[in-house]
């Protein structure tokens, strides 16, 4: 598989009243079409920083990102940029623009200039997609926080991204919100080979990931597939980074002398070791 964004030493240092400070430190990072990959950290590690530089709302200060083999520095290339790479945040409430569900999801396809009729069919698709069809006369004040976000999602899906980039869009949601977005995300990915870039601090989201990146200091500290990094209980525990459940139960067991897996990640897998 191609490589949908290529990352190279790439630093980033956010200058303020003055002062410089080193926000990403020297980071190399390729992401395959398709791919569902996880970044993780502690507070102020640089994840939301990085997340700005794939839709080129930040550029590098050293080093160069290619979305597509388009340089986020080239001004002419923004909008492809953004168009190929859309960004959902954390807040819904700061992401809605209408005051109708169906007129927001427009909004994102309106301002590319597309034709109207080709906007009234991406919209119903989109909203159809993310499970929001029946409610798209709504007025989006009046929906549940989980609900507000896939319509936000919807917006991204109505511009035809190649890769979605969610920086904690699941940080403000109670668990049933959780489980519809993040339901959401996945079917994205699955059935819509929608390249995904999910940010998050709840590790149980990261137990499907195909590559889950560790970030510290600016840096990418850890990459591989979520076995391979939540079996490092202790290394993420020093880094102020929990493991899903299981992964912590079973650490636990082990350390009272029960011979159990160590890489556990679900559930299933913990009753399956215990029964065996
Ligand atoms: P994360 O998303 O992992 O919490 P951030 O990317 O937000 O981390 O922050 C990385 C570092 O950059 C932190 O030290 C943070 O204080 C700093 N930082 C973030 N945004 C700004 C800004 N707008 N101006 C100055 N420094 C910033
Ligand atoms: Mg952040």
């Known amino acids: 598989m191609s490589d949908i964004i290529k990352i ?13 400070s080193k926000a990403l430190d020297d980071i190399n990072l390729n992401i395959k079409k398709g791919e ?7 507070n102020g590690s640089g994840k939301s920083t990085l997340s700005k530089h794939l839709n080129a709302i930040l550029k590098p200060t050293k080093g160069n990102i290619f979305i597509k083999e388009m340089n986020t520095k080239d001004d002419s290339k923004l909008w492809n940029i953004r168009q ?6 954390q807040n819904p409430d700061n992401q809605i ?9 427009a909004f994102g ?3 590319l200039g597309i034709d109207p009729s080709e906007i009234k069919k991406r919209v119903e698709k989109s909203l159809k997609s993310v499970g929001m069809y029946e409610l798209k006369n709504k007025a989006p004040h009046l929906l549940s926080g989980g609900q507000k976000q896939r319509v936000a999602i919807a917006g991204i899906i109505a511009m035809k991204p190649d890769c979605i980039v969610f920086d904690e869009p699941t940080a403000m949601l109670d668990p049933s919100g959780r489980k519809e977005v993040i339901n959401t995300i996945k079917k994205l990915n699955k059935k819509d080979n929608i390249t995904i870039i999910h940010i998050t601090h709840f590790m149980e989201e990261a ?3 195909d590559r889950i990146i ?3 200091k600016g840096k990418v500290v850890m ?3 979520p076995r391979e990094i939540f079996v490092k209980v202790e290394k993420l525990k020093e880094l102020g980074l929990d493991v899903p459940f299981m992964t912590e139960l079973a650490y636990e067991l082990r350390k009272e002398g029960i011979d159990i897996d160590s890489d556990i990640l679900t559930v299933d897998e913990m009753v399956m070791n215990l029964c065996q």
Not at 8 to 20: A, D, M, P, R, T
Not at 36 to 42: K, L, R, Y
Not at 84 to 89: D, E, Q, R, S, Y
């Open 84 to 89: 190929t790479a859309g960004m959902v945040f």
């Open 97 to 105: 623009v209408a005051t109708v569900v169906e007129e927001d999801v």
């Open 207 to 209: 137990v499907d990931a």
């Open 8 to 20: 190279e030493n790439v630093s980033f240092e956010y200058i303020q009243e003055g002062l410089q």
């Open 36 to 42: 569902f990959v996880v970044v993780i950290g502690h």
């Open 223 to 225: 990459q591989g597939a």
């Open 214 to 216: 560790v970030m510290e």
């Open 109 to 111: 396809p309106e301002n």
